[in-house]
């Protein structure tokens, strides 16, 4: 129960975060057209998060993997300041979905070797998705205006949390 907690908060942030993209990209003066191939490149090229995270899963410390991808977006979230040209921008999304779909497989795989009857592991899409809206929801009552800042520390903020959560519950159980 506590992983899928985990999988909720860390979803508060990454889908509220990549669903404000075109808002970040318009309020750094991007084309739109731009804005949509960037998006397209970053969903393209996420392929290559699972297919890393298979190559490497039992090869590396999970644990380890799983921080250090939360950290990155963590930081890439952050990065999201002020003016920031297409190639920073776009190079700042692939990096970022790379990371998601490098975590989001480990974390379900995490949820399904804890859950012995399996009624947990099939919560994961509900989880996933509960926490995408409930991200938004916290998000809508947190914006006054069009502070997108606020989104980036809110954001990051969660993704910090289910991180060091992570880390804190994934070393009091077996993996």
């Not at 975060?17 to 998006?39: K, R, T």
Request: proline share 3%; net charge neutral; glycine share 10%.
């Amino acid at each position: 129960m506590l992983a899928l907690i985990i999988m909720i908060i860390w979803q508060m942030g990454v889908g509220p975060f990549f669903n404000n993209l075109v808002p970040y990209g318009i309020s750094m003066n991007l084309e739109s057209n731009d804005i949509g191939a960037a998006l397209f490149l970053s969903t393209a090229l996420s392929i290559i998060g699972p297919l890393s995270a298979s190559a490497l899963a039992s090869k590396i410390n999970r644990n380890t993997a799983i921080f250090c991808a939360l950290s990155l977006q963590v930081i890439i979230i952050l990065s999201f300041q002020s003016e920031i040209t297409w190639i920073g921008f776009t190079i700042r999304i692939i990096l970022f979905q790379l990371a998601w779909n490098f975590v989001g497989p480990f974390l379900m795989g995490w949820i399904a070797s804890l859950d012995e009857s399996g009624n947990y592991s099939v919560l994961i899409p509900a989880s996933q998705l509960g926490g995408i809206a409930i991200g938004h929801g916290v998000i809508a009552t947190l914006i006054q205006g069009n502070n997108l800042n606020l989104i980036n520390y809110y954001c990051g903020g969660v993704i910090a949390l289910s991180a060091i959560l992570y880390i804190f519950v994934a070393t009091r159980f077996k993996q």
